[in-house]
């Protein structure tokens, strides 16, 4: 069931019709968000509704054990950390584990046949496997750190891991932040719900409007199905790419945080326009901001951030990222992307060049450069493997003549692909302006955006491509 389509329509209708009676109450209301989410979640398998089960009562009973100060509490947290790291490696990782060992046995003179011995259900990526095992984590490791209370109520603890929103393809909502509104009865008022709504109006937007119609144009130049092949075409297809990601994630995001919003709940920014930074640090506090700051406080921090200089801080740096990676799934592409990010990064931290052009008239081209590098990284994201990655790469750096006739044929996506440049555009103009952040506000135009963005939902939708994250 996916946001964009007319089960989810219906499944909302139902929900919220449903949800002031069953709210008023703490038991009803977790029994309530339990129950729908899971139906939510079963609608594309509801086999893997046991996995999520499982691990989560695991986590339920580890968070309990850990308040008891033995020395036992350690065991309890690797066993929590296990559970959930495990089902990541037999779903995510079983196949990339098994093609890497045949290749080390087969480099060393033994032939073993593993991957035929994979068993098919390991085959399956559970929808949101990587997003709910990483919010079932923070909740026991916050609570082995002494800076979380674990809830007793196990409807509690299952509404906030399974709450349909963000269970899916995210935000990672730590418990910290969610527990405690969940135990409220939190009224919506008209001012709530309309901020609510511009959310799941501007994500729509952004999702069917502008990732979705960016599609076709991208799958069929990775899918070699376009008779164009020049520079230029790739420089559009690789912009039209980073663009689709970031609309079609950022889209889900603000649906997620929209329906909770009108639930009465508040989710924090997950995306907050990436593309206009001025360095990758900024970025990356821009890009995926729950999953990026969950890597910084779980595993960056831990293992020495840049607390013990600037080489420990580089390899942490290092080691974050890569983690990061491997996290996107099982394939060499993730392991460079996530490479080219830290390479960019230190080089950044070390010459601290963005801060000197910063101060200066190049100012201006700080964004260019550090979208570029993003790009540039982007195109092993993408790629089905290394080697097509590094035929792009040659291809847009190769600077070669070619003619423009791909904006004439695919004439769709230059326009969405121009317009969604427009909006990031005017975004920076009313950072860096004040006076037309001033007039923006002083002219009221949120009633005429959202429904422009309903409109235009409607009348200009893509072909309903699946959210992307939804393979991660």
Not at 144 to 172: C, D, W
Not at 443 to 459: K, R
């Amino acid at each position: 069931m996916v946001f964009n389509s007319l089960e989810f329509l219906v499944f909302a209708i139902l929900f919220f019709g449903l949800w002031p009676v069953f709210r008023k109450k703490d038991s009803a209301r977790w029994s309530f968000i339990t129950i729908m989410s899971f139906i939510f979640y079963g609608w594309w398998d509801w086999r893997f509704l046991f996995l999520i089960i499982g691990s989560g009562l695991i986590d339920y009973f580890a968070g309990i054990l850990l308040t008891k100060k033995s020395e036992h509490r350690k065991f309890f947290l690797i066993l929590s950390l296990a559970g959930n790291l495990g089902s990541l490696s037999v779903f995510k990782y079983s196949l990339f584990f098994a093609n890497t060992l045949e290749d080390f046995l087969g480099f060393v003179g033994i032939n073993m046949d593993l991957v035929n011995h994979i068993p098919d259900f390991a085959l399956i990526l559970p929808v949101g496997i990587s997003f709910y095992t990483f919010q079932s984590m923070s909740y026991t490791i916050d609570i082995y750190r002494g800076r979380l209370e674990p809830t007793k109520n196990i409807l509690h603890f299952f509404s906030y891991l399974a709450m349909f929103p963000q269970l899916v393809a995210g935000p990672i909502v730590r418990a910290k932040d969610l527990l405690q509104q969940l135990a409220q009865d939190r009224r919506t008022n008209p001012i709530q719900r309309w901020n609510a709504i511009k959310l799941m109006s501007y994500g729509l937007f952004q999702k069917v409007v502008i990732a979705d119609n960016l599609s076709f144009f991208i799958d069929s130049a990775f899918e070699g199905k376009s008779a164009f092949d020049g520079s230029a075409y790739w420089w559009m297809v690789m912009m039209a790419f980073s663009f689709q990601i970031y609309c079609d994630f950022s889209g889900y995001s603000l649906i997620a945080r929209g329906l909770a919003k009108y639930m009465g709940y508040h989710f924090k920014m997950n995306f907050n326009h990436p593309y206009i930074s001025t360095s990758l640090r900024e970025f990356w506090t821009r890009w995926h901001i729950s999953l990026s700051t969950w890597f910084r406080d779980y595993v960056y921090i831990p293992i020495g951030g840049s607390r013990n200089g600037l080489l420990m801080g580089l390899l942490a740096l290092w080691a974050t990222m890569l983690l990061s990676g491997l996290w996107h799934g099982a394939n060499y592409t993730f392991i460079v992307w996530a490479a080219l990010h830290a390479l960019f990064s230190s080089i950044e931290r070390l010459t601290k060049w963005n801060k000197k052009w910063s101060k200066s008239k190049l100012k201006v081209l700080l964004i260019p450069i550090i979208f570029i590098q993003a790009l540039v990284a982007w195109v092993y994201f993408r790629s089905v493997d290394i080697t097509q990655a590094n035929e792009i790469i040659s291809k847009l750096f190769s600077f070669n003549s070619s003619n423009f006739d791909f904006i004439q044929a695919y004439s769709n996506a230059a326009i969405v692909l121009g317009l969604a440049v427009l909006i990031e555009s005017f975004i920076f103009l009313r950072k860096e302006f004040t006076s037309i952040s001033i007039w923006f506000k002083a002219c009221n135009l949120d009633i005429a955006l959202v429904g422009i963005s309903l409109i235009a939902s409607i009348l200009f939708r893509g072909e309903g491509a699946q959210f992307i994250y939804f393979q991660f």
